[in-house]
């Protein structure tokens, strides 16, 4: 059966269809489509063939965790809003409909990675990171009860022990998402930055992760942490200790992330994929989870 799905695809790359394309349709199994193919002058029709597709995500639910880029999206306090116009938007002269417009933005807006080069002189910068590592097991650690009671709360290197007591060894090249709460105050700046002045960023207070909880998370594998609140690090330390003990073994963070609580805290995938910026120490990023309805 390869044999003859790869002569078929080939077949078929003669009338212009990309052989990846085609290997790819004819290999999986599922829901049937019908291609036909004859040579050049069209005298000899080849007997239609038949190829099936599995749809990947039938049996899962796909959970976005990311907030969409607007003129509310939060920003680092010393950083720059994102900015959107419209610059072509409605019928042309030709009656016809055309819609374009214009962004900027900050690196590190919104929901977000930060590639290690960030804090690490060494690390990699965003379009080095090895492009497997945004496809990792979930790792879901809630620390939302502790936090509801103290903003300044971490992630502690027993919560991390406490999720593989229940579940087991974290996979290789997890990424340990952290769900403290703080996505219900988003874009409430006051409350999400937990200042009354969240430009000033001395007087910041929300949850995050410790030093010794981020020197865990590299023992244990992972490929980046990412966390429902404005940085890795908690509000109150303006030294980013785990961005540095994260980015120098070339762990990624993720920051700004929502809808954690629809995870379970084992046995979901999750999709980080990043802007690819030449260089960049970080990018607005499409994260998204994968969940088996099983």
Not at 30 to 49: I, L, Q, W
Not at 281 to 293: I, L, Q, T
């Amino acid at each position: 059966m390869p044999n003859l799905i790869v002569a078929t695809a080939r077949r078929l790359g003669a009338a212009g269809v990309p052989l990846f394309v085609l290997l790819a349709a004819l290999g999986g199994s599922g829901c049937t489509f019908t291609v036909e193919s004859g040579d050049a002058s069209g005298t000899r029709r080849e007997p239609a063939r038949q190829a099936t597709w599995v749809d990947p995500f039938a049996d899962h639910d796909l959970i976005d965790l990311t907030y969409a880029l607007s003129e509310d999206s939060l920003y680092w306090p010393n950083g720059s809003p994102f900015e959107y116009e419209r610059q072509l938007w409605g019928t042309r002269e030709d009656g016809k409909w055309y819609a374009m417009g214009y962004f900027a933005t900050p690196e590190h807006l919104g929901t977000h990675l930060d590639a290690p080069i960030h804090f690490a002189e060494d690390g990699w910068t965003n379009a080095e990171i090895p492009l497997r590592r945004f496809f990792a097991p979930a790792v879901v650690i809630d620390i939302s009860e502790r936090a509801a009671g103290d903003a300044d709360t971490m992630l502690r290197p027993d919560d991390i022990d406490g999720w593989i007591e229940r579940h087991g060894a974290i996979p290789d090249g997890a990424i340990i998402l952290v769900r403290t709460g703080w996505s219900a105050r988003w874009p409430d700046w006051n409350g999400y930055y937990g200042s009354d002045d969240p430009f000033d960023t001395t007087s910041m207070h929300f949850p995050g992760v410790s030093t010794a909880a981020a020197e865990r998370a590299v023992e244990v594998g992972a490929a980046g942490v990412g966390i429902d609140t404005a940085s890795i690090d908690p509000g109150n330390n303006l030294a980013f200790d785990a961005h540095r003990v994260l980015a120098t073994a070339q762990l990624f963070n993720l920051e700004n992330l929502t809808n954690l609580d629809q995870l379970p805290e084992a046995g979901a995938y999750v999709v980080a994929l990043p802007a690819k910026i030449e260089g960049g120490s970080g990018a607005p990023a499409r994260v998204v989870a994968m969940v088996s309805r099983d």
